[in-house]
């Protein structure tokens, strides 16, 4: 035991390296940290974990339609098959394209395999960004970075930012933290939508400006309608198996400041909070097949458990 | 202090904190209460200075290593030693410097020291991320909102401290600390 003595005077020290460890310590020298955290982590999922639960049982994230279960079923049945029409459209233009351009003959493998693992929110990531989810998957599930996370049916929830071997840290999309994402309004069921870059607001909504178009026809302006479905389309920042995949729908739309001829528009998930899902879909995709040019083809999920 | 018993609870308190958070937040303005700071708090009005002084760095490491600090951009997480730590070494510092004209065995002083403490602490989290965001620490951080939210979270942590205060006091003779409760009925020497 330490005599109290010597416990007062080693205090100043120990404030002063806490100063130099918090203020000037550049961060690509704390990555020793990262493995105290991780078990830190560990520590209280015991604790955390059921509260979690219990408080996103109370109090869970909803779906901003009532229906039953097997509604429900047969909307994610259609919402799946949508989102892989969308996509093999959308691949099927991107490849088209390139043929062209290159005129020469892509020999395209069709099926991308996809595994998809439910894992559970066990609790809050950050207390300095709200919202920000800590999952209970890992590296031994086949998680790394860039891993696309789903709630309920298709709804894009948010990417893996970081991994461990049994926890990983995702950032929803409507977390401030998560930044610009690109998207398609779409307008019918083709891949013709007009494209957007969604903000995060902080509200649990998504706000951007629409793309200005004008009908071809009759050269009138095609404007964003309040209900239409708004994807994901932003080969930049998310991998090719999370395009089209659906971030909400339109809740607003608005002219933009300085510009009354185009429209800004206000885009919330279909899940009233995805900050308060209790559960998240983790879509994994076979190493390098995100690089591919192939449409998805999604397996039957498998349920994660255990303790982290 | 029996530093075992409160890692025991500093542990539980630890749990709440990261599963209830998000939970109990209100709205989605960012405010939700602090149970180790109101653990803290207890423990800076029981406890000797040095002992209160200790328990904020440990707590305050503690909430470092458990939450993390998202980059921009969706670029990843990072752990960072320290702000916690700090910030709950000069929230403890200033409780400590008030307690003493507070009645320490009522729930609503525990409250109040709370809330001004959280103030403290979360003026000195956004001195230091404010910080190093200007030294271009590419962090996911907006003052503003933070300095709101710090408020909120101020208030809230302290009418959770008030709920905290009936059950942590009783709990004094476990975690080592004077029983403030023991003279109301106790022989006074």
Known sequence: MIPPTHLRRILPFTIGLLVILALFTPIRYLDWVGWFGSLSQRLVAPISHPLSSLARWLAPAGKRVADDDAVRVLEESLEEVKSQMLREMQENARLQRLIDELNVVVSVNPKQAIRQVYAPVYGSASDMASGVLSVRAGRREGVEQNTVATAMGLQLLGKVVSVTDRTCTVVPITAKASGQVGAMVMLDNSTNGLFCRLEPTGNGTLRGQAEHRRNNATAAPIEPVIGQAVRLSDTDRWPRSAQMLIIGTVEAVEPAPGQPLRSVITVRPTVADLTRVSEVLLRISAPGEDSKPSSAVAAPPSRQGGTP | ?189
Not at chain 2, 35 to 58: E, R, Y
Request: some cysteine; proline content about 5%.
């Open chain 2, 1 to 189: 202090m029996n530093w075992l018993a409160f890692a025991a609870v500093a542990w539980v308190f630890l749990g709440l904190e990261k599963g209830l958070r998000d939970a109990l937040e209100l709205g989605s303005t960012g405010a939700s209460p602090s149970f180790v700071f109101g653990l803290l708090t207890f423990i800076a009005i029981s406890a000797q200075s040095t002992t209160a002084l200790w328990a904020a760095i440990a707590l305050g490491l503690a909430m470092d290593l458990v939450f993390n600090v998202p980059l921009q951009g969706g670029a990843g997480t990072v752990n960072i030693p320290g702000p916690h730590a700090l910030a709950y070494v000069l929230g403890t510092q200033f409780i400590l410097s008030l307690r003493g004209v507070m009645v320490r065995r009522n729930p609503l002083s525990m409250g109040f020291l709370a809330l001004v403490g959280f103030l403290v602490c979360s003026a000195t989290l956004l001195a230091i991320f404010t910080t190093k965001a200007t030294l271009g620490v590419p962090i996911e951080w907006d003052a503003t909102r933070k300095l709101l939210e710090g408020l909120g979270s101020s208030l809230y942590t302290g009418v959770l401290a008030t709920l905290l205060g009936l059950v942590l006091i009783p709990l004094a003779p476990f975690l080592g600390l004077p029983s403030h409760q023991q003279r109301r009925f106790g022989r006074r020497a």
